[in-house]
């Protein structure tokens, strides 16, 4: 402190500013520090002032800080530190705490310094690691969360939840407003609904309306609706339920006898589910293993006929037979077990890093053995050298599923195309095939386990494959959607929510 005896700058700036303050030399030795730079490192007054500054750095960033300081004196121009360069000190008892630092160099009596300002930001960083969580949950909840402009209803930001359901993406919902996804609505309408929040006359305003999704299709909601700000911009926030169940099964009991309980409602309506379900189920087990059950018992008793040497190619063609359908019956009680695995949540998934073309070369030779006269699968382009990160296994079921059901479903002679694109963060496969489409009617329930649909009764199939991927996908944060046209073909699509990477 003796330099600063004729003029106490540190003492006239500790009563203006609230930060630690440090004046350092050329060779990095403290010459002065105020009370709150000493309290601050945990220290007593003035035990700082002659002492190397860098007591007060850790080990890790010495050597670093050191270099940094030496070519702050010679440029000798005032600068904010920010994030990166070393913003940790040191304390008395070892522990290290986040800093911000602003440097300021001088020269008194021919002699260089710098004046550092250190403000401890500890509970700084602590608050924005409470913004990093809440955003966390906003971005992950099941519910669909909406924030938009309170004047213009221009959407500011949209929680995945949303995204997924809607089909939008967030870029494309930013240049959306609130009456593009809610066909019911108009902008006065709109406004009578956010002006009690606006007039404080409301904290919360809750209403019922229809959203839109990308592809036209709509489904009923309910709106919770409250008033925020971000600045000085007023913004609404909506927290939206899906209330397609409530809406289906509110209409089934205004159906039912009026003098019944729900309780009993309810009780026959899943009695009766199951009793459908334990039907079909049955009907479905006895026809799909009585008919290949049937072929290896034939194959099985001509192979006896066949005895002379010359006969192996007839051998041959049964023992194919039965091996083929073998391999049925096995898929079918694999399809089973993955069910049951499903439900009692005893799935393991490994997520590993792969090639894409490795699970697409190894579907599509399965594939093939699998071709209709004159069908043939166009080989996606483009996908040589890019690395997934994802369950290996269950994309290869999914895909596989895909693609099979397209051969199955698909006339002699017809065409499948594979498509793979990388959108938005996640990798999505089109399978297109130019089939019998699903009718209309059918399409909601395409995904319903052992559903199939009216025009495929005839066709072999279980009903329970896309009902496997749609559960599997959805476990892995990924999903698989539909297009179809009755009578021309059908598009379905995998996302697989994962960055691919050129290797």
């Known amino acids: 402190m003796e330099l600063f005896k004729e003029i106490d700058v540190l003492e006239l700036l500790s009563e203006v500013i609230s930060e630690g303050i440090l004046v350092v030399d050329t060779d990095h030795n403290i010459i002065a520090s105020n009370a ?179 592809d036209s299709s709509i489904y009923p909601v309910e709106v919770h609706l409250q008033l925020s700000s971000i600045g000085k911009r007023k913004v609404c926030v909506a927290i939206v339920l899906d209330i397609t169940e409530r809406k289906n099964y509110t209409q089934q009991l205004e159906n039912k006898v009026e003098e019944r309980t729900l309780q009993l409602q309810s009780a026959l309506q899943a009695e009766k589910k199951l009793n459908e379900l334990k039907t079909k189920f049955l009907s479905l087990v006895s026809h799909e293993f009585k008919t290949p059950l049937a072929s290896i018992l034939t194959s099985t008793s001509l192979l006896s006929k066949y005895t002379e040497t010359h006969q192996q190619e007839n051998r041959d063609k049964h023992i194919a037979t039965i091996k083929s359908k073998v391999k049925h019956l096995d898929n079918i009680l694999s399809d089973f077990l993955s069910i049951e695995h499903l439900d009692t949540g005893k799935v393991n998934y490994n997520i590993t890093l792969f090639p894409l073309s490795k699970v697409v070369n190894e579907v599509l030779y399965d594939a093939n053995m699998l071709l209709k006269e004159g069908q043939r699968i166009q080989y996606p382009q483009d996908i040589d050298g890019f690395m997934v990160e994802f369950d290996e296994k269950i994309m290869a079921l999914s895909l596989s599923n895909l693609i099979h059901n397209a051969i199955k479903y698909s006339p002699e002679g017809a065409g499948i195309s594979l498509q793979v694109n990388h959108v938005d963060g996640y990798l999505r496969i089109d399978i297109h095939d130019a089939g019998f489409g699903i009718p209309p009617e059918d399409q909601p329930f395409i995904f319903d386990r052992y559903f199939r649909a009216s025009n495929v009764l005839t066709v072999q199939g279980t009903g329970i494959g896309l009902n496997i991927v749609r559960q599997h996908m959805h476990n892995l944060d990924g999903n698989v959607t539909f297009k179809s046209e009755y009578g021309k073909g059908s598009t379905f699509t995998l996302y697989i929510p994962t960055k691919i990477k050129e290797g």
């Open 36 to 214: 709150r730079a000493n309290g601050m490192f945990g220290y007593p007054s003035n035990a700082l002032n002659g002492q190397p500054l860098e007591m007060l750095i850790p080990i890790t960033t010495r050597e670093r800080h050191s270099s940094l300081a030496s070519h702050f004196f010679a440029k000798g121009t005032p600068k904010l530190m920010a994030d990166g360069v070393a913003l940790v000190g040191l304390r008395k008892d070892g522990g290290e705490f986040p800093v911000e630092i602003s440097l300021n160099p001088f020269e008194l009596s021919g002699k260089k310094y710098v004046m550092a300002l250190i403000m401890d930001v500890t509970e700084k960083r602590k608050a924005e690691q409470t913004i990093d969580y809440w955003f966390q949950i906003f971005d992950e909840s099941l519910n669909e969360i909406y924030v938009f402009d309170a004047e213009t209803f221009v959407f500011i930001n949209v929680n995945r939840g949303a995204q997924l359901n809607l089909g939008y993406s967030l870029r494309e919902m930013n240049q959306m407003t609130v009456l593009d996804i809610k066909p019911d609505l108009t902008r006065e309408v709109m406004q009578r609904l956010v002006s009690p929040l606006i007039s404080k006359r409301k904290e919360k305003v809750i209403f019922e309306t229809v959203h839109r999704r990308k």
